[in-house]
């Protein structure tokens, strides 16, 4: 799942903490990064998302009913802080 301009990072760890499988971010390099662990929650937002926003997001999302919580989330205005 690629998600797009996300402003609104930390309601984005925040259902992603509810998640029941594993969520991981995919860097350029073909990295894969849990997004579940708090410490990596915390690398991120101090380094990759220190603009405020991510321009592009490139996720695997393991259990479908996540990629549900994570879809509804964006598609209901994640952006508005």
């Keep these: 799942m ?36 708090r410490l990596t929650q915390y690398l991120a937002v101090a380094g990759v998302f220190a603009h405020g926003y991510v321009r592009q997001l490139q996720l695997i999302i393991e259990d479908p009913e996540d990629m549900d919580k994570i879809m509804e989330f964006i598609v209901s205005g994640e952006s508005q802080e």
């Design 2 to 37: 690629t998600l797009e301009n996300v402003s609104n990072i930390e309601g984005l760890f925040e259902i992603i903490n509810t998640c029941k499988g594993n969520v991981e971010l995919v860097s350029e390099e073909g990295d894969r990064i849990n997004l579940k662990s």
